[in-house]
C-alpha cells in the first residue's frame, strides 16, 4: 500500500507539471513493481480521473481561452476512448508495449523539433478537426493506459500552433474525457483493478497542487526541455522492460 500511495504522489507530481495524464510514468512503474500490462493500463487510467479532473481545475484560471478546443477535442476522445475495452480485450500485453514505445519516440522528436513558444491564435479551430484529432488520441491512449497528452501535445504544438505550456493545459483537460470514457470501458470489460487505482489516485492530488504550482514558475524553454528528459527517461524504460 505504502509503494502505492508514493507512487500516486510521484505520478501526480508529473500529472501536474507536465499536463500528463501520469500513465506515462505510472504504467512503467507497475510493470516494474510486478504488475503486467493490462493491469497497469487499468490502474493507470483510473489514477487520471483523479488526477486530471483536479488539476484542470487548478490551470482553469490561467488557461480559460484553451477550454472551447478542450470541450470539441474531449468529447472526440471521449467517443474514443470508449473503444479501449475492446483493443484492450483482444490485443496483446507486448503488442501494447511496442505501441507505447512508438508514441513515445513520436513525440520526443515532433517536441524536439517544435518552438516552445508561439503567438497562440486564441481563436477556436475548425470543430471536425479537433473532434477526429481527439477521437483517435483517445482510441490509442486508453488502450495504452496514458492519458491521451504524450499524443496531444505534439499535435497541439506542431500543427495547431500553440504555446507549449497552453498545450499541456489543454492535454490534461483532454484527460478528463478519454479517462472516464476509458475507466467505464474497462469496467464494463472486467479489468478494472479498484482499490489500487483509488489508493494511487487520491494520493496522486497531492502531487497535482505542488506540480501546477512549480510548472508556473518555469520558463518556456526550460520547460520543453524537462518534458524530453522526461520522455525519454520513460522510454528507456519501456524498452528495458519489453526487451
Same mark, same amino acid.
Given at each position: 500500500?505504502? @509503494?502505492?500511495?508514493?507512487?500516486?504522489?510521484? #505520478?501526480? &507530481? !508529473?500529472? %501536474? =507539471? +507536465?499536463?500528463?495524464?501520469?500513465? /506515462?510514468?505510472?504504467?512503467?512503474?507497475?510493470?516494474?513493481?510486478?504488475?503486467?500490462?493490462?493491469?497497469?493500463?487499468?490502474?493507470?487510467?483510473?489514477?487520471?480521473?483523479?488526477?486530471?479532473?483536479?488539476?484542470?481545475?487548478?490551470?482553469?484560471?490561467?488557461?480559460?481561452?484553451?477550454?472551447?478546443?478542450?470541450?470539441?477535442?474531449?468529447?472526440?476522445?471521449?467517443?474514443?476512448?470508449?473503444?479501449?475495452?475492446?483493443?484492450?480485450?483482444?490485443?496483446?500485453?507486448?503488442?501494447?508495449?511496442?505501441?507505447?514505445?512508438?508514441?513515445?519516440?513520436?513525440?520526443?522528436?515532433?517536441?524536439?523539433?517544435?518552438?516552445?513558444?508561439?503567438?497562440? @491564435?486564441?481563436?477556436?479551430?475548425?470543430?471536425? #478537426?479537433? &473532434? !477526429?484529432? %481527439? =477521437? +483517435?488520441?483517445?482510441?490509442?491512449? /486508453?488502450?495504452?493506459?496514458?492519458?491521451?497528452?504524450?499524443?496531444?501535445?505534439?499535435?497541439?504544438?506542431?500543427?495547431?500552433?500553440?504555446?507549449?505550456?497552453?498545450?499541456?493545459?489543454?492535454?490534461?483537460?483532454?484527460?478528463?474525457?478519454?479517462?472516464?470514457?476509458?475507466?467505464?470501458?474497462?469496467?464494463?470489460?472486467?479489468?478494472?483493478?479498484?482499490?489500487?487505482?483509488?489508493?494511487?489516485?487520491?494520493?496522486?492530488?497531492?502531487?497535482?497542487?505542488?506540480?501546477?504550482?512549480?510548472?508556473?514558475?518555469?520558463?518556456?524553454?526550460?520547460?520543453?526541455?524537462?518534458?524530453?528528459?522526461?520522455?525519454?527517461?520513460?522510454?528507456?524504460?519501456?524498452?528495458?522492460?519489453?526487451?
Amino acid at each position: 500500500m505504502y @509503494d502505492l500511495a508514493a507512487f500516486g504522489i510521484i #505520478t501526480g &507530481f !508529473i500529472s %501536474g =507539471f +507536465f499536463g500528463v495524464g501520469g500513465g /506515462m510514468i505510472l504504467v512503467p512503474m507497475l510493470l516494474l513493481s510486478g504488475f503486467v500490462m493490462k493491469e497497469a493500463v487499468a490502474i493507470s487510467i483510473m489514477q487520471m480521473v483523479f488526477s486530471s479532473i483536479y488539476g484542470s481545475f487548478l490551470n482553469s484560471k490561467k488557461f480559460t481561452y484553451v477550454i472551447k478546443d478542450g470541450i470539441i477535442i474531449g468529447i472526440g476522445g471521449f467517443v474514443g476512448g470508449l473503444q479501449s475495452g475492446y483493443i484492450v480485450t483482444n490485443v496483446s500485453n507486448e503488442t501494447l508495449q511496442y505501441l507505447f514505445i512508438l508514441i513515445l519516440l513520436y513525440s520526443i522528436i515532433k517536441i524536439f523539433i517544435t518552438p516552445a513558444e508561439h503567438d497562440c @491564435d486564441k481563436k477556436s479551430k475548425n470543430k471536425l #478537426t479537433l &473532434f !477526429i484529432i %481527439g =477521437f +483517435f488520441t483517445g482510441i490509442v491512449a /486508453m488502450s495504452i493506459g496514458v492519458g491521451g497528452s504524450v499524443i496531444l501535445t505534439p499535435i497541439l504544438i506542431g500543427f495547431l500552433k500553440y504555446d507549449l505550456k497552453a498545450a499541456t493545459a489543454l492535454a490534461l483537460f483532454f484527460v478528463i474525457f478519454s479517462s472516464v470514457a476509458g475507466f467505464t470501458s474497462l469496467s464494463l470489460s472486467g479489468h478494472m483493478l479498484y482499490t489500487q487505482g483509488a489508493i494511487i489516485g487520491v494520493c496522486s492530488l497531492i502531487g497535482v497542487y505542488f506540480g501546477i504550482m512549480l510548472k508556473n514558475k518555469v520558463h518556456s524553454n526550460s520547460y520543453k526541455k524537462y518534458i524530453l528528459v522526461l520522455n525519454s527517461i520513460i522510454l528507456v524504460t519501456m524498452i528495458y522492460k519489453t526487451f
